[in-house]
T-cell receptor
Framework: DTAVSQTPKYLVTQMGNDKSIKCEQN?????MYWYKQDSKKFLKIMFS???????INETVPNRFSPKSPDKAHLNLHINSLELGDSAVYFC??????????????FGPGTRLTVL | ELKVEQNPLFLSMQEGKNYTIYCNYS?????LYWYRQDPGKSLESLFV?????AVKQEGRLMASLDTKARLSTLHITAAVHDLSATYFC?????????FGAGTRLTVKP
């Protein structure tokens, strides 16, 4: 029944490591997103992606890269993790169209802690 | 740069009272969304406002959009404890999605 799922729910790792967070949606949506929520609860979009277009927030370091094996999955790969990467990462999905974002459905979040 | 400002950022109110949360944004947009987030949880979509003058209501919450004033409001009527959460507005002017900082609402008995 889960609409948007993420794994893992918690991720604790050392600085410098490379890690991935997986996201899957079963809503039939064709656009998926990654958001970062910092300790002050501020939400920032990192990427939006459908099978035609990847839109990258220009403030996102290139250590972060989305990888989509198919339109139901959008994984987030992070290289050379830094302390400042500690946050909760949310995946979301929506219908696409007309260059607009539309109502989004969020996953449960992955709490990343970099030591 | 698109800016989305919510106020207040923190709101403590008593059960049974009414209050309004404001969401101002800096660029033209005819789409605005309201989301709710419970502590440690994900975001849940509350309202999608797609045109000037749009008004939507669900239970004790009512949202409206004035695109000319670049303002949306989320009105809480006769608050109950279950409404305690953080409320986010988000604006989509096209090829971007920007969230406000969130309003942390606490409803006390």
């Amino acid at each position: 029944d889960t609409a948007v799922s993420q794994t893992p729910k918690y991720l604790v790792t050392q600085m410098g490591n490379d890690k991935s967070i997986k996201c899957e949606q079963n809503l039939g949506h064709d656009t998926m997103y990654w958001y970062k929520q910092d300790s002050k609860k501020f939400l920032k979009i990192m990427f939006s992606y459908n099978n035609k277009e990847l839109i990258i927030n220009e403030t996102v370091p290139n250590r972060f890269s989305p990888k989509s094996p198919d339109k139901a999955h959008l994984n987030l790969h992070i290289n050379s993790l830094e302390l400042g990467d500690s946050a909760v990462y949310f995946c979301a999905s929506s219908l696409a169209g007309g260059g607009r974002f539309h109502e989004q459905f969020f996953g449960p979040g992955t709490r990343l802690t970099v030591l | 740069e698109l800016k989305v400002e919510q106020n207040p950022l923190f709101l403590s109110m008593q059960e049974g009272k009414n209050y309004t949360i404001y969401c101002n944004y800096s660029t033209t947009s005819d789409r605005l969304y309201w989301y709710r987030q419970d502590p440690g949880k994900s975001l849940e979509s509350l309202f999608v406002l797609l045109s000037n003058g749009a008004v939507k209501q669900e239970g004790r919450l009512m949202a409206s959009l004035d695109t000319k004033a670049r303002l949306s409001t989320l009105h809480i009527t006769a608050a109950v404890h279950d409404l305690s959460a953080t409320y986010f507005c988000a604006v989509d002017p096209g090829n971007d999605m920007r969230f406000g900082a969130g309003t942390r609402l606490t409803v006390k008995p």
